[in-house]
């Protein structure tokens, strides 16, 4: 299948400092990312990425620009959902 990437993402053992493991929204997703020239976000935002999933299925938008220093970034929104919500973020990009 042509464009067929596989991500392999390396095992980690990073906790939150009270021990808790951070929150997951889901353990499992297929993800489909999208190497982008420009992301389509909030007016008058410029986003380096971008993170939308249902049922499981993601789709991961990445400006090319910022491939691959943002993919972690996105990655925790598929399995974290808002994981920075109320407030922007560049951590892990």
Same mark, same amino acid.
């Given at each position: ?14 906790? !939150? ?6 929150? *997951? ?9 999208? /190497?982008?020239? $420009? @992301? ?11 993170? !939308? ?6 789709? *991961? ?9 943002? /993919?972690?970034? $996105? @990655? ?18």
């Amino acid at each position: 299948m042509a464009g067929l990437a596989l991500l392999a993402l390396g095992g980690c053992a990073s906790q !939150q400092p009270s021990g808790q493991p951070e929150p *997951v929204a889901r353990t499992e997703a297929l993800i489909h990312v999208r /190497l982008v020239d $420009e @992301i389509d976000y909030k007016p008058g935002t410029h986003a380096f990425g971008k993170t !939308q999933c249902a049922n499981n299925v993601c789709v *991961v938008e990445l400006l090319k620009s910022h491939y691959p220093y943002c /993919l972690g970034h $996105e @990655i925790r929104h598929v399995f974290e959902d808002s994981w920075h919500a109320g407030r922007e973020s560049l951590e892990s990009c």
